[in-house]
């Protein structure tokens, strides 16, 4: 049987709301047809109250897969039948496949963050620094840690929820973890090789910039963020102008979109064709 035989009639989609312009549909309908896969990706507005009815639906259908955007990422979880050890430990879903014919919910968001993060170099035995507490933050914490780590340090102001996922990456990884309390200007530490942004700061507004000290930006760092629109941001260029290395949140987009498809289909997408249809959908 060929490769394009095995893959006839593939159904995938989103459930999000508002599920308007997102740009994971692009990337992912690109790769189908780069592939010459018979795929579809459809995006579906599912409102607060409609997973039970979403999920059921796309197993009545035979699709091979979902995505889940906000604010589906826990919510499905109780429609699942298993969830992949690092969504377990991140206690979030983003993908959802089909696996024996069962649903069982995936956490790409920090791998492709992880995958990203290698282009520059690899987080084993470094000291991650991650701004913010919320669901990107999450996932890139506990994949940083997962991939070998040597500790992570969780900086928000919100004290309940830094401590918190403080916890889940040393309770669920066996890498140690803090917390420092974002009540002030944040100096980065010299012991820290990697920092993210994983706040919504710069999400839609080029000049908005985290609230950190830029003499302690080294040049030594790599400096992530995982706003997409604008990729650009303050904050990497202010990493930029310190010399630092830089990755733009559309590494990360892509890479969870593209685990995504590997999960779906069992072939290994072309990420540079998914990122050109990003940056298209985004306007970049």
């Not at 955007?69 to 992949?84: E, G, M, N, Y």
């Amino acid at each position: 049987m060929s490769a394009q035989a095995r893959f006839v009639g593939i159904h995938t989609g989103s459930f999000s709301t508002p599920a308007a312009g997102n740009p994971t549909v692009v990337m992912v309908e690109a790769a189908y047809r780069h592939h010459g896969l018979d795929a579809r990706y459809l995006n579906c507005e599912v409102t607060a109250g409609g997973p039970p009815d979403a999920v059921a639906g796309a197993r009545a259908m035979g699709w091979a897969g979902f995505n889940c955007s906000l604010p589906h990422k826990v919510a499905v979880i109780d429609h699942l039948v298993a969830l992949a050890a690092s969504a377990q430990v991140i206690g979030a879903v983003n993908t959802v496949v089909a696996t024996d014919g069962e649903l069982v919910g995936h956490n790409t968001d920090g791998q492709g963050f992880v995958e990203s993060l290698r282009t520059e170099l690899d987080p084993a035995g470094l000291e991650v620094v991650v701004l913010g507490a919320g669901g990107a933050a999450r996932a890139v914490a506990v994949e940083t840690a997962l991939a070998g780590a040597a500790s992570v340090i969780v900086v928000n102001r919100d004290v309940r929820r830094s401590e918190e996922l403080a916890r889940v990456v040393t309770a669920g990884t066996g890498v140690p973890a803090a917390y420092v309390p974002w009540d002030r200007t944040y100096a980065v530490p010299g012991s820290a090789g990697v920092v993210v942004n994983a706040t919504s700061v710069g999400f839609g507004d080029g000049e908005a910039l985290v609230d950190i000290d830029p003499d302690s930006v080294r040049a030594d760092l790599v400096v992530a963020d995982v706003v997409v629109s604008p990729p650009h941001t303050a904050f990497l260029r202010l990493a930029r102008a310190r010399g630092a290395r830089t990755l733009d949140g559309l590494g990360m987009l892509v890479g969870q979109g593209a685990l995504a498809v590997q999960h779906w289909t069992g072939l290994e997408p072309d990420r540079k064709v998914m990122r050109a249809a990003a940056a298209r959908a985004l306007g970049l």
